[in-house]
């Protein structure tokens, strides 16, 4: 796989399986000196979130394979897909704004872009909860986003390039059907960017990082005195300096380019435990989790959404990766409890995040 190419939500029987998990007797450091020494990924950190905020915390390992630089706390995490769910986060804001709608079709967004038949009706949560038909195959394909990498049009432009490309062309999938693509949210950033009048980038920090206090929240692969993302070849992990641009090009921010770090992440999270908060209102938080309607597997703004027989109503869940990175959230908003693990190496790290959310929701919260 590209390792510039953001990877998909899993599947929930990767991370939890179909029954209630056994209490363990070990605590949630126990828990993730386990699944630190089995997996062994340069770093790895974790979370438990509750209503009351970030209830317990842990890091294990170095910013860089064959360092001694030890990860904190404090570090900065690329998220990846994650970042999905925070898009349509700023979205929901913009709504409560009263600057756009729930249900409006993408071309009353872009009045001025002739559109293909097909696109009639078709709305920004159809793009966000992946029922709009589109596939990356037809709108980013992988030479696309290598040419990304060094264009230097205005970011603005770049995604707008894409709007005008796919409402020219119908759907090449069938519009109501699941299909998870990038190019949804690369769409949603630009009809953000559209009625914002400004950047993506520039809405995701007015409307989600300030309001929620969040001060390490960025785009990218994390710069400065933080972990590296790691390629795996051949069982020799290689830390990837952030100066090469390791990551997917900025086209694709509204998909999966944010990073900041885990207490920050927690903030974020924590909405949808407590019902927003004073950032957004219940009813946002309840459309930002509510499965598109159509055909296939049921994900909502953001956000996949499974029925698990230990958590106490409907559960959202979502992963994401650069390939380099790899972070993991899971949330039992009826049972007000989240869990959360990031590393940045996905070969090992995938594994890792997986059985470390799995095994802190059978572990008693210190």
């Known amino acids: 796989m590209d390792r510039r190419t953001a990877m998909s939500v899993i599947g929930a029987a990767a991370v939890m399986g179909l029954a209630r998990p056994a209490r ?23 979370g438990i979130v509750g209503r009351d905020g970030l209830r317990w915390s842990g890091v294990r390992g170095v910013r860089r394979a064959g360092s001694s630089d030890a990860a904190t706390l404090a570090d900065r995490w690329h998220l990846g897909s994650n970042t999905k769910a925070m898009t349509a986060a700023v979205y929901g804001r913009l709504v409560e704004h009263g600057l756009t709608r729930w249900g409006r079709p993408m071309i009353d967004i872009f009045p001025e872009i002739a559109a293909h038949p097909a696109w009639e009706g078709v709305t920004v949560e159809q793009l966000m909860s992946h029922h709009a038909g589109l596939r990356d195959d037809d709108l980013l394909p992988r030479d696309l986003r290598v040419a990304a990498r060094d264009d230097p049009r205005p970011i603005i432009e770049q995604r707008l390039d894409r709007v005008r490309a796919a409402l020219a062309a119908g759907p090449g999938g069938m519009v109501g059907t699941y299909a998870y693509a990038n190019i949804n949210y690369i769409l949603a950033g630009a009809a953000i960017e559209r009625i914002t009048r400004g950047s993506w980038e520039a809405a995701m920090t007015a409307e ?80 930002l989790g509510t499965p598109g309607a159509g055909a296939g597997r049921a994900y909502a703004l953001g956000w996949a959404v499974e029925q698990m027989e230990w958590a106490d109503g409907p559960v959202l869940l979502h992963e994401g990766s650069n390939t380099l990175w790899q972070a993991i959230a899971l949330l039992d908003p009826a049972g007000g409890v989240g869990y959360v693990a990031l590393t940045n190496e996905s070969t090992r790290g995938a594994p890792a995040v997986r059985a470390l959310v799995r095994r802190l929701a059978a572990a008693p919260a210190d």
């Open 208 to 287: 989600l990082f300030e309001p929620l206090g969040i001060t390490t929240g960025g785009f990218g692969a994390p710069e400065g005195d933080q972990p590296w993302g790691h390629q795996t070849l051949a069982g020799v992990m290689t830390p990837l300096d952030p100066a090469l641009k390791p990551d997917n090009p900025r086209l694709m921010g509204p998909a999966g380019t944010v990073h900041m770090s885990l207490p920050d992440y927690a903030r974020f999270l924590g909405l949808f435990l407590t019902g927003g908060d004073d950032v957004l209102s219940r009813a946002t938080i309840e459309t």
């Open 24 to 46: 363990a007797q070990e605590t949630p450091d126990a828990v993730l000196d386990a699944v630190f020494a089995e997996h062994a990924p340069p770093a790895l950190a974790a």
